[in-house]
């Protein structure tokens, strides 16, 4: 059999396994950044597209989840998820070099149209390739070292991310002043690497082993089997908590790019740059959010780092206000510090927590339904965007404040709301009500919110202490980078004996 499953695995298996999966982690990784986010958004405006289809291309990936149904009857059928992940984000890597093709044959709107379709494909094949992976990495984890592994995974892979990011947006602003007839051509190259990196990533995922699937008695009807994470009330209750939460996702994040390219006029570098302090602050807390939900439970971090992120949007307005014009580009660094921190926090958590109260040997359904709603939310809400944009688009609510002298008078504007900025307040509202129904989700190990904040804030000084004490020792960056910030005082001494070896 092609890629055949294991009925046990070896402790040398599982070990061998994981090291395979970290390694498609960050490479596949630095595909992902070298083809979408600001890349992806840069090229498509590139080719005319206004804020509608910013929302319809962010919102093509999480429509195709959708075909996640029909993954799991193919699943089901098939029994070997190895087989289909990679027969399946092959054909996904195809399409990204289709998608480097279209500037050679396509212009403008046509170009457009192109783009579009190939990125459908494309998010067909990694719908069901993804699909059949998480349910692999479900049977495959130990359950005990979850949230660590993947915190581990994902602090690799964003590191390898944020250098990606910052490299390929530096490239092409380069490309765009050095070869200005040919400046579509600059993101075919990006596409190119991204496919070859692609495939690299799809071989280390063949080398990983498969245990066998439980063999479940009967088979599975679909309307039988669709209907039971309903019956779970408290997966109910996280299903409704994970449509709003990911609709208020959908309201915003596909927009900040295009905020800071079309109203901000920022250059693509200075986009990527505050794309890559993100993405290092999010590997910076990725562990420490880690060991929290290990230690206490998904829903405490979540109850942290969600508020966090509506604050960050609530910030957002204040970036194009004039009379903070001067503001705007640390307001803008301070933004995207405390959005690393707080995705960090959801993106972990709202993974873990779904594979956490998904009854085992029922996961695949429950996951699959999971996914659907956070699909039809993210899919649905960058689409609802994009036209809210256009409906406020000569829409604006100033408050400015007024000081008159006896001869002349100042005004100072406070507060100017347009367009996007509409939209961005709808999106907190959201998110509090989203807040309001996580409360009702019941998780093993959840503490009052209390409780969390001052541990998190614990590390956070604790943290602190260990940088001043790292850098009083001479460790290089890198190192303090690797341990920072959950580094404990043994392994801090430890260090400092390396930084006192390197130097």
């Known amino acids: 059999m092609f890629l055949p499953t294991q009925e046990t695995l070896s402790e040398n298996d599982i070990e061998l396994s994981l090291k395979n999966v970290t390694k498609d982690g960050y490479i596949s990784q630095i595909m992902v950044n070298l083809t979408t986010g600001p890349i992806l958004v840069s090229f498509a405006l590139r080719f005319g597209a206004n804020f509608f289809i910013i929302g319809l291309m962010s919102a093509i990936p999480t429509i195709c989840n959708f075909f996640q149904i029909p993954t799991i009857f193919l699943i089901e059928k098939l029994r070997n998820r190895r087989a289909i992940s990679v027969f399946s984000l092959t054909l996904y890597r195809i399409c990204l070099l289709t998608i480097g093709l279209v500037p050679f044959f396509f212009k403008s709107e046509s170009g457009l149209i192109f783009l579009i379709i190939f990125l459908s494909l494309q998010s067909i094949f990694a719908s069901i390739g993804h699909t059949a992976w998480n349910f692999w990495m479900h049977d495959l984890i130990p359950q005990k070292i979850l949230g660590k592994f993947f915190s581990r995974r ?152 969600c508020p966090m992120f509506l604050l960050c949007i609530l910030a957002w307005i204040f970036t194009s206000v004039s009379a903070l014009y001067l503001l705007t580009i640390p307001l803008l660094v301070v933004i995207h510090i405390l959005m690393g921190i707080s995705l960090a926090g959801t993106s972990l958590s709202l993974s873990n927590i779904g594979l956490k109260l998904a009854p085992r040997g029922k996961a695949n359904w429950f996951l699959a339904i999971a996914s659907l709603f956070t699909s039809i939310s993210l899919g649905v809400a960058p689409i609802i965007g994009g036209l809210l944009v256009n409906i406020f688009e ?104 390396i930084g006192k070896t390197l130097n």
């Not at 380069?174 to 990006?190: C, P, Q």
């Not at 089997?225 to 994040?253: A, Q």
């Open 154 to 305: 994902l602090l690799i892979s964003t590191f390898m991310g944020l250098i990606t990011n910052l490299l390929a947006g530096i490239f092409i602003d380069f490309w765009k002043t050095n070869f200005v007839n040919a400046e579509d051509f600059g993101y075919s190259i990006l596409y190119f690497l991204g496919f070859i990196f692609g495939l690299i990533s799809v071989y280390y995922i063949s080398k990983i082993s498969e245990p066998m699937m439980i063999k479940l008695d009967g088979k599975p009807k679909f309307f039988q089997t669709i209907s039971e994470p309903y019956k779970d009330k408290n997966f109910k209750k996280l299903l409704i908590f994970l449509f709003f939460w990911y609709f208020t996702i959908g309201l915003t994040v596909p927009f900040f790019t295009v905020y800071m390219l079309e109203k901000l006029h920022l250059s693509l570098t200075i986009v990527v740059v505050f794309t890559v302090i993100s993405q290092l602050v999010n590997l910076m807390f990725l562990k420490l959010w880690g060991s929290l939900s290990d230690k206490f439970s998904n829903k405490s971090v979540l109850s942290i780092s």
């Open 394 to 497: 000569f829409s604006n609510f100033s408050w400015t404040l007024t000081w008159n002298f006896p001869n002349e008078g100042t005004t100072i504007q406070i507060l100017s709301l347009q367009g996007i900025d509409f939209f961005f307040i709808i999106a907190i509202f959201i998110g509090l009500f989203a807040l309001f129904r996580l409360k009702l989700v019941k998780e093993e190990g959840e503490v009052k919110n209390q409780i969390i904040r001052n541990e998190f804030m614990s590390e956070i000084r604790k943290s602190l202490r260990s940088l001043f004490r790292i850098g009083r020792s001479k460790v290089p960056f890198v190192t303090a980078i690797s341990i920072y910030p959950w580094q404990s005082r043994k392994s801090l001494k430890k260090n400092k004996k």
